[in-house]
């Protein structure tokens, strides 16, 4: 019974625990400018995406993350040339017991160098509207128990400024690209990389909704993505490493899909599409084992994965952590050098 109720309270509590974290995606580069505003308009002339993620449903209220983004070229001075790039993405964000919900619109912009036909850079920055909201009513507190029993009645002793307020965020990133394409549609010899950095939150925006404000930290991202096709097969190896740090937390997370394309496209006619599934596995820290699938047709693409949950919460969650789903459509590719993958 102890147990029960101390499990209860850490997650009564875990809404406010985690005021200065931000969400974190299995998929990053299936949600890109928000893993770096960098991104936008950088590696496709048009691109949207949405995302969703659930965790923790076996042990509390479970977490929702809904996401969708826009991105694309606004100018271009051709495939050897400078371009822009623009954005937008919506997040929805509920979270814990006391219905924590985020809401966020954000706005971004980019612009990218080609230093020659393989390798370029770019640099991009985001600003958005952010809206938080709490129930407060479905939170219970210490002061509510008479020292037999929860009585609802009881003041709770909390004083909350307001349940929902409105604030601003901004932040900025950069990325180096480089890519090389197969000799020949057959031969499968393409290698690709790409490291970008990005800072969120530089403005420290309120986050709390005591009078006394909480401000968010600033998140420092570091990325890394390889593209590297073993040649002469249908199979390409994609690695990924993320290194983020906000304010005391931590976070690396690391792995690699493996792709089979089933199909190449036809070059000249256009009448076949592309088909490719991708297998992967990847660590974050001590936290999860995250397993994952994909499957692009042509120019959609879709993907899912599930976390296995491996840290001390495993004795309550029995390893069940979340799974997430993706899907982007490219209706017009880039054949740059910052395409990958």
Request: proline share 3%; aromatic share 14%.
């Amino acid at each position: 019974m102890k147990t029960n109720n101390l499990i209860t309270l850490i997650f009564i509590f875990l809404p406010f625990v985690m005021f200065g974290q931000d969400i974190t995606f299995s998929q990053p580069n299936e949600a890109s400018i928000i893993l770096n505003p960098a991104n936008a308009g950088s590696q496709y002339d048009l691109r949207a995406t949405a995302n969703y993620r659930q965790q923790w449903r076996s042990v509390t209220s479970p977490y929702k993350t809904i996401a969708a983004s826009f991105d694309g070229k606004a100018f271009s001075q051709g495939k050897t040339g400078s371009s822009l790039g623009a954005g937008l993405s919506i997040l929805s964000d509920g979270a814990g017991d006391g219905q924590l919900v985020t809401n966020q619109v954000n706005l971004y912009l980019s612009g990218r160098v080609l230093f020659s036909k393989v390798q370029s850079f770019s640099a991009g920055i985001y600003g958005g509207l952010v809206q938080r909201h709490i129930n407060t009513n479905k939170l219970t507190w210490g002061n509510q128990f008479n020292g037999l029993v929860y009585d609802s009645n009881l003041p709770t002793g909390e004083n909350f400024s307001s349940q929902s307020f409105f604030n601003s965020d901004f932040g900025t990133g950069i990325q180096w690209s480089y890519g090389q394409g197969s000799t020949t549609l057959s031969s499968n010899d393409m290698f690709g990389a790409q490291a970008g950095f990005a800072v969120f939150h530089v403005n420290s925006p309120r986050t709390g909704f005591y009078q006394i404000t909480d401000r968010r930290s600033m998140r420092y991202l570091f990325h890394f993505t390889g593209s590297y096709g073993m040649k002469n097969t249908n199979m390409q190896i994609s690695p990924l490493f993320l290194f983020e740090k906000q304010g005391p937390a931590q976070m690396v997370y690391f792995g690699t899909f493996i792709k089979y394309k089933l199909q190449e496209s036809s070059k000249y006619t256009g009448y076949l599409n592309s088909r490719a599934v991708s297998l992967g596995g990847f660590i974050r820290g001590s936290d999860a084992v995250v397993i994952a699938a994909q499957c692009e047709i042509g120019q959609i693409g879709f993907g899912i994965s599930y976390d296995i949950n491996i840290s001390s919460l495993a004795n309550v969650s029995s390893g069940k952590g979340g799974f997430e789903i993706s899907l982007k459509y490219l209706p017009i590719r880039s054949t740059s050098a910052s395409r990958l993958i």
